[in-house]
């Protein structure tokens, strides 16, 4: 099955630099990797996805890359600010039976940005 | 419109007692799934429904753990005869899509419920 692995376990950066998390995974059949961002307490939420049709993807202060010949895939993101500490899970999706549903996580990446 | 939603948020059970999680998806989703995520991890598939139809149950830790959803909605996720190792945070996530090989889709989470197995 799809294993997911993901570093760093903890990334402390300043309000107003980046952040890179980064994955890889093991399926070569993958071929959607979205990122979850949880609140303490709270549910996860999409933050941004990415198809193995394209390379990289933006969305304002946030951007995702995918190397599928590496199978990694890696979040950035800029000009961090406090409400962004959070913790962030990247996923792949795994072909079972023919059908390519199931979402395998990393363990995630708890993101502190200091003020 | 509603999102998600579970039903306890919190449930306290003691070793043995059988429990019932009840996830109401977003209406109309057709992909319904159960996750289970431990302190400190990420979520980890247990199940997954397309409509009524349950298409895999492959991540279910034991035969005391069962789910439904009879009329392709609302879903239940039993666990019997609890056990401390059962203590955990139980997600459901649905997606307005089937499964398919065109690859995956966006799953909506809710807010879980804190099983805590004493």
């Known amino acids: 099955g799809e294993n997911v692995e993901q570093h760093p376990s903890t990334l402390s950066v300043q309000e107003g630099d980046s952040a890179v998390i980064k994955c890889t995974y093991s399926?070569?059949?993958?071929?959607?990797f979205p990122w979850y961002k949880q609140e303490l307490g709270k549910r996860p939420q999409l933050i941004i996805d990415?198809?193995?049709?394209?390379g990289e993807k933006k969305d304002q202060r946030i951007a995702v890359t995918l190397n599928k010949t590496a199978k990694h895939f890696s979040l950035h993101i800029t000009e961090t600010q406090p409400e962004d500490s959070a913790v962030y899970f990247c996923a792949a999706n795994s072909n079972s039976g023919g059908s390519n549903y199931k979402l395998t996580f990393g363990k995630g990446t708890l993101l502190t940005v200091n003020p | 419109g509603a999102g998600v939603s579970q039903s306890p948020r919190y449930k306290v059970a003691k070793r043995g007692q059988d429990v019932a999680l009840r996830c109401d998806p977003i209406s109309g989703h057709v992909s319904l799934f159960w996750y289970q995520q431990a302190l400190g991890q990420g979520p980890e598939f247990l199940t997954y429904f397309q409509n009524e139809a349950q298409l895999d149950k492959s991540g279910l830790p034991s035969d005391r753990f069962f789910a439904e959803r009879p009329e392709g909605s609302v879903s239940t996720l039993k666990i019997q005869r609890t056990q401390q190792e059962d203590s955990a945070v139980y997600l459901c996530a649905s997606s307005l899509v089937g499964s398919s090989g065109g690859g995956g889709n966006e799953q909506f989470f809710g807010p879980g419920t804190r099983l805590t197995v004493l």
């Open positions: 399926d070569s059949a993958s071929n959607y």
């Open positions: 990415i198809r193995s049709n394209v």
